[in-house]
């Protein structure tokens, strides 16, 4: 499932803990903005970023990446929380991949299971007979 600039912006805000109403005027957009435009323009995201620069550009666009970028971030403690968000990302998508597998497996498991207990129920209706 491929997420979108506006759903990427609400992950940002959860982030952060502030309401999309107060991000809305911060970053000078209409209330309900988010919710009501189909796509966000550049001039927009340049108003977002200008107020937000920790905020990554490169994953507000293109999903890839994190969601911060350490080098907006001066002191020693913001890059070295920005690699640890890096790595975290990376085991989360991992994570979620082998969920994803996991559950495939075990509808594999399901169905492999049907089939031994119609084989055998066939077998043993074959040597009652």
Same mark, same amino acid.
């Given at each position: 499932?491929? %997420?979108?600039?506006?759903?990427? +912006?609400?992950?940002?805000?959860?982030?952060? @803990?502030?309401?999309?109403?107060?991000?809305? %005027?911060?970053?000078?957009?209409? @209330?309900?903005?988010?919710?009501?435009? $189909? %796509?966000? %323009?550049?001039? =927009?995201?340049?108003?977002?970023?200008?107020?937000?620069?920790?905020?990554?550009?490169?994953?507000?666009?293109?999903? $890839?990446?994190?969601?911060?970028?350490?080098?907006?971030?001066?002191?020693?403690?913001?890059?070295?929380?920005?690699?640890?968000?890096?790595?975290?990302?990376?085991?989360?998508? $991992?994570?979620?991949?082998?969920?994803?597998?996991?559950?495939?497996?075990?509808?594999? +498991?399901? =169905?492999?299971?049907?089939?031994?207990?119609? =084989?055998?129920?066939?077998?043993?209706?074959?040597?009652?007979?």
């Amino acid at each position: 499932m491929e %997420s979108t600039v506006k759903d990427r +912006i609400k992950l940002f805000l959860q982030h952060l @803990n502030i309401g999309q109403n107060s991000f809305e %005027s911060k970053v000078g957009w209409s @209330n309900g903005y988010i919710n009501n435009t $189909k %796509s966000i %323009s550049a001039d =927009k995201l340049n108003h977002v970023i200008n107020e937000y620069p920790q905020l990554n550009l490169n994953w507000l666009i293109t999903g $890839k990446g994190v969601m911060t970028d350490p080098s907006a971030l001066s002191d020693p403690t913001g890059q070295i929380i920005g690699m640890v968000e890096e790595g975290a990302a990376e085991y989360k998508n $991992k994570y979620l991949e082998m969920l994803e597998e996991n559950r495939l497996l075990r509808i594999e +498991i399901e =169905k492999l299971r049907k089939i031994i207990e119609t =084989k055998v129920h066939d077998n043993r209706d074959k040597f009652e007979r």
